[in-house]
């Protein structure tokens, strides 16, 4: 069974829209329009405020807000594209077959919230029953219109009862729960707006998104253990980062109480189905608030036809599911993630693939963007952290977990400013103690306590028979504990690998707008902690040269904007000497390099190193992107095509690796079986050879010497 979900339609600003051929030649089963067929408010500069227009002039104002929507429903049916699409879709007055929902946009307006409460930051957002009423009446209308009109029918007009109350039946909105196509998999269409409250700030379960009806119905289905395929489907995302607004079932530490009932109740293999976010979306296992992996997948795909706005043209885009006639029993669930070039040509991004299922669970970890972290402690074994940020004094010998916040400060006193070596040692899966390591009242002899710490973490990699031991420079806009649950993820990516994690502040955590804005300070932390980060890779260097650790392979990992606080401890304070000290590493790998191009060849930084640099980029990368349009960080290695082949020097391009995507970290995360075999021979073997890569599956030969990650 083929089914085909897209969401966000302007007609207005968007009339010809090229996706519905694409999808028509899809020649799909089921086809989902899954919110946003029409754009009450978005998009201009003076459209209208219909909340104070319809509470100042109650009779004038829900007439223009009724008329105003019907006359952009009859705009999208008008779009020839569309009206061919639904028009030839093959049993289409059956709910089986075609499926609709709402978002905000055609619910009434941003953010809408179905239940107006004085909870709701001064009443912006609410929506009052005599504006859903309209709402409800229209959007039957507009779906009746795709189910049984022939093509070419004229819209009807505004019906007469448009405000008249609701028929019986309809105090849920949108909800529909049946199997698909007749016989199919089963399906829950949601309605995330009827019934959503508002959230309370930093209030995790307190108000709900789909009332009680939905939700039990959700949760019933859910937990029929070893039932097979649940499809799952609504407009708002389950989990997502948005950057100006929090319209997802879970935004950090705000969440409806539904989503954590679903990932907890799940018994069986969940794929939720979402859109709103103007993009294509691969996001995997979703986390519970707590950061537990749930037996639910999330894809999400937006953007049908959206007009350009400022500097952003987003692609049309749709996503494709083919979903297996052993949807009971287990198999595999194909995804497709498709968009429209500027010629309709399509192409797939990101690309997910096949996702093998059971009758129970899924049988990948399935990682993506959105499961991006891991509990902070996510084993009991101990973890060496260097930590290049607040100076804590005292005469404590450890912390706990509620007391990690002051490690986010920078130093700014040059005394101070290499960094402490502590040891993190925790029960599974909860924080339990950081160690200094070092005399907390004055700093002597920082240096050689660094140099213990380090040591400590190659002799534990002996001692239980890892392959390798890698210094972990994180990226940007990483808390404290964020670089500690990059660190334990690492470790539980690659379990041959033993972390040593430089804990430096990058930039400030938060939203992804705040870590990409904080760029800058990233930059002059780099610069202020130069002197630091040398006498980590001093000791680094002088550990990896003691013969009791030949057998480990040495390896420096520089994610993001970690590859700028390399590139400064190398140009800064590093050479002459560094290759000298460093003789005894296999190899520094950049991954997703954020470091300028001019500065990789710097003969006094990455340029003058005699052993070997392999630096991954993606040119989707989207987060470097937003980095390099906010900040203008110039030609970016992580993103940049021009390379020129050297000696030592190797450069693999992630772009077309699969269900990698506009993905930021490639690497921690679990995309594709190839990627991850080719980032552990990368972080484990002694010796990379491409050649060999190739033979295996992992590499294909590209341009300029560049290879290319399978």
Request: net charge negative; with cysteine; charged share 20%.
């Amino acid at each position: 069974m083929k089914i085909i979900f897209a969401s966000c339609t302007d007609a207005v600003r968007v009339p010809v829209q090229p996706v519905w051929a694409a999808i028509a030649n899809e020649n799909p089963d089921v086809m989902m329009l899954i919110g946003d067929q029409i754009y009450m408010d978005w998009g201009d500069l003076g459209a209208s405020n219909w909340r104070k227009l319809i509470n100042d002039e109650p009779v004038k104002g829900l007439e223009a807000f009724a008329t105003e929507m019907h006359h952009r429903y009859a705009q999208q049916w008008e779009v020839p594209e569309f009206q061919r699409l639904v028009c030839g879709f093959a049993g289409r007055g059956d709910a089986a077959r075609l499926l609709l929902t709402w978002d905000d946009h055609d619910f009434a307006w941003n953010n809408a919230l179905g239940v107006d409460s004085d909870t709701d930051g001064h009443k912006k957002h609410g929506v009052p029953p005599v504006v859903k009423t309209v709402s409800y009446r229209l959007f039957k209308q507009f779906e009746a219109q795709l189910r049984n009109a022939a093509l070419g029918a004229a819209y009807p007009d505004l019906p007469d009862d448009w405000s008249n109350p609701l028929p019986a039946g309809a105090d849920q909105g949108l909800f529909w729960h049946g199997a698909l196509a007749g016989d199919g998999v089963e399906c829950l269409l949601l309605d995330t707006r009827w019934c959503r409250e508002a959230r309370a700030a930093n209030a995790a379960g307190s108000a709900s998104i789909l009332g009680a009806v939905q939700a039990n119905a959700l949760m019933a289905a859910a937990v029929q253990e070893g039932a097979g395929l649940l499809l799952v489907v609504a407009g708002t995302p389950m989990a997502h980062n948005y950057l100006a607004s929090k319209q997802a079932w879970a935004n950090g530490p705000t969440s409806f109480a539904e989503y954590d009932q679903l990932l907890t109740t799940a018994k069986r293999p969940v794929l939720f189905l979402g859109g709103d976010i103007h993009r294509n979306a691969w996001s995997g296992r979703l986390s519970t608030t707590h950061s537990n992996p749930s037996r639910v997948v999330q894809v999400l795909s937006s953007g049908a036809a959206i007009g350009k706005l400022a500097f952003k043209r987003f692609a049309p885009s749709y996503g494709v599911i083919d979903v297996p006639g052993s949807f009971k029993t287990g198999g595999n669930v194909n995804v497709r993630l498709c968009s429209l070039d500027t010629g309709n040509q399509m192409f797939e991004n990101p690309r997910v693939g096949d996702l093998g299922f059971t009758r129970h669970d899924w049988l990948e970890p399935l990682h993506g963007e959105v499961q991006a972290d891991v509990e902070a402690c996510a084993d009991d074994q101990p973890l060496t952290v260097l930590c290049a940020r607040a100076r804590s004094g005292g005469t404590r010998a450890s912390v706990n977990s509620h007391d990690l916040d002051g490690f986010d400060v920078l130093y700014k006193n040059a005394t101070n400013q290499y960094p402490e070596p502590l040891l993190l040692t925790a029960e599974t899966g909860d924080l339990a103690r950081l160690e200094f390591k070092e005399d907390v009242n004055y700093g002597h002899n920082r240096s050689q306590e660094i140099y213990n710490a380090t040591r400590a973490a190659f002799v534990r990699a002996k001692d239980s028979g890892k392959k390798s031991v890698v210094l972990f420079i994180h990226g940007i806009g990483k808390t404290f504990s964020a670089s500690l649950a990059q660190a334990y993820q690492l470790r539980s990516t690659f379990p041959m690998c033993e972390p040593i994690l430089y804990s430096w502040h990058a930039g400030g955590g938060g939203s992804a707008l705040a870590a990409l804005q904080s760029v800058s300070t990233a930059e002059q932390s780099a610069a202020h902690g130069a002197e630091g980060l040398a006498a980590v890779l001093t000791a680094f260097g002088m550990a990896a040269a003691d013969v009791e650790f030949d057998n480990l392979t040495k390896v420096i990992v520089a994610r993001s904007a970690g590859s700028i606080a390399l590139h400064q401890a190398l140009y800064k304070v590093a050479f002459p000497n560094f290759n000298n000290q460093l003789d005894s590493i296999n190899r520094i790998v950049l991954s997703s390099p954020l470091v300028n191009r001019s500065d990789f060849k710097n003969n006094s930084s990455y340029g003058g190193l005699t052993f070997p640099v392999a630096v991954t980029r993606n040119s989707n990368d989207q987060t470097l992107k937003f980095a390099n349009w906010i900040n203008r960080v110039g030609p970016i290695l992580g993103l940049n095509d021009n390379w020129t082949p050297s000696a030592n020097r190797l450069c693999i391009d992630f772009t077309n690796s699969a269900r990698v995507g506009r993905l930021h970290d490639y690497l921690l995360l679990q995309l594709n079986e190839q990627q991850i075999h080719l980032n552990a021979s990368l972080l484990t073997d002694t010796h990379f050879d491409p050649a060999i890569a190739m033979a295996n599956g992992l590499l294909s030969p590209g341009i300029n010497g560049v290879f290319n990650a399978k």
